[in-house]
T-cell receptor
Framework: GQNIDQPTEMTATEGAIVQINCTYQ??????LFWYQQHAGEAPTFLSY??LDGLEEKGRFSSFLSRSKGYSYLLLKELQMKDSASYLC??????????WGAGTKLIIKP | NAGVTQTPKFRVLKTGQSMTLLCAQD?????MYWYRQDPGMGLRLIYY???????DKGEVPNGYNVSRLKKQNFLLGLESAAPSQTSVYFC?????????????FGPGTRLTVT
């Protein structure tokens, strides 16, 4: 079966750094996406990784290791507005997106 | 440039009633998708469409039907609503899969079936 695992909830402090992990087992791999979803809103695209390594985009970075079936999203200099759910999604061999249940990130002052 | 829009935003149905959710996109995307999102679960694909006039089943198609008569519109129908279909429904669109083909989401429709 296909499976994406990520922690249900994490708490971090404003100004700090947090790493959200995602492990996956899918039939084939054609890329991994991270999306941000604020409560009551639609998911919005954050990053895409298809090759191993780190992709940096401002305060957000995403890492991929295809051999380990592992990715993480790194958020630096946390702000209160970063309180949201972070969704990991993997594209399988048929280019279908398989979604994790999301990690709810709570930022405390 | 409105992106992806959905109507209605909220709806309450009684068991057995029918309704249609409308999705429209103005980005000229080939692919369109319907998802449902339930608490504690990931987005689940109901149906998708790779081009005007074609549709394919996703992970949870039972109880739904779809149509894509125009490239910019994708309709999701519930013929006989059941309480298990209470959910938040998201429409999305994207370019054809290949490189970084991010999906753009509409604001969602919150449906309650009593």
């Amino acid at each position: 079966g296909q499976n994406i695992d990520q922690p249900t909830e994490m708490t971090a402090t404003e100004g700090a750094i947090v790493q959200i992990n995602c492990t996956y087992q899918t039939s084939g791999f054609n890329g991994l996406f991270w999306y941000q979803q604020h409560a009551g809103e639609a998911p919005t695209f954050l990053s895409y990784n298809v090759l191993d390594g780190l992709e940096e985009k401002g305060r957000f970075s995403s890492f991929l290791s295809r051999s380990k079936g592992y990715s993480y999203l790194l958020l630096k200099e946390l702000q209160m507005k970063d309180s949201a759910s972070y969704l990991c999604a993997v594209t399988d061999s048929n280019y279908q997106l398989i979604w994790g249940a999301g990690t709810k990130l709570i930022i405390k002052p | 440039n409105a992106g992806v829009t959905q109507t209605p935003k909220f709806r309450v149905l009684k068991t057995g009633q029918s309704m249609t959710l409308l999705c429209a996109q103005d980005m000229n995307h080939e692919y369109m998708y319907w998802y449902r999102q339930d608490p504690g679960m990931g987005l689940r694909l109901i149906y998708y469409s790779a081009s005007e006039g074609t549709t394919d089943k996703g992970e949870v198609p039972n109880g739904y039907n779809v149509s894509r008569l125009k490239k910019q519109n994708f309709l999701l129908g519930l013929e006989s609503a059941a309480p298990s279909q209470t959910s938040v429904y998201f429409c999305a669109s994207s370019e054809a899969p290949g490189s970084s083909y991010e999906q753009y989401f509409g604001p969602g429709t919150r449906l309650t079936v009593t």
